[in-house]
């Protein structure tokens, strides 16, 4: 089992930036990736993801060149830095961890478990 628990949302004006923090406990050392999601209707989309053996991102197209994923393989911890909010950015974002390799990271499915959330609202 991994525990996750995610920070640092919040409530943040047009263009600016916020920093989600999330951290694994129990068994971490089978962690292939981590991953951002978020929803703000229906689904659940896929945000950022990063490979835990070095460090390879991949992000949606809608958040590029505005939100970077990191990670600190010594603290089990994944961030998210979020710049230039848009209103359109507003979801309860989540926190995901993959065990072991999976060829795609897309889906919610090609992940093994969740955090609870936390709610990002951006302002006009």
């Known amino acids: 089992q991994v525990q996750l628990v995610e920070s640092g949302g919040g409530l943040v004006q047009v263009g600016g930036s916020l920093r989600l923090s999330c951290v694994a406990s129990?068994?971490?050392?089978?962690?292939?990736?981590m991953g951002w999601f978020r929803q703000a209707r229906k689904e659940r989309e896929f945000v950022a993801t990063v490979?835990?053996?070095?460090?390879?991102?991949a992000y949606a197209d809608s958040v590029k060149g505005r939100f970077t994923i990191s990670r600190d393989n010594a603290k089990n911890a994944v961030y998210l830095q979020m710049n230039s909010l848009k209103p359109e950015d507003t979801a309860l974002y989540y926190c995901?961890?993959?065990?072991?390799?999976?060829?795609?990271?897309?889906?919610?499915?090609?992940?093994?478990?969740w955090g609870q959330g936390t709610q990002v609202t951006v302002s006009s």
């Open positions: 490979r835990w053996s070095d460090g390879t991102t």
């Open positions: 995901a961890h993959r065990e072991y390799f999976r060829g795609s990271y897309h889906w919610t499915t090609d992940y093994d478990y």
């Open positions: 129990g068994r971490t050392y089978s962690t292939y990736r």
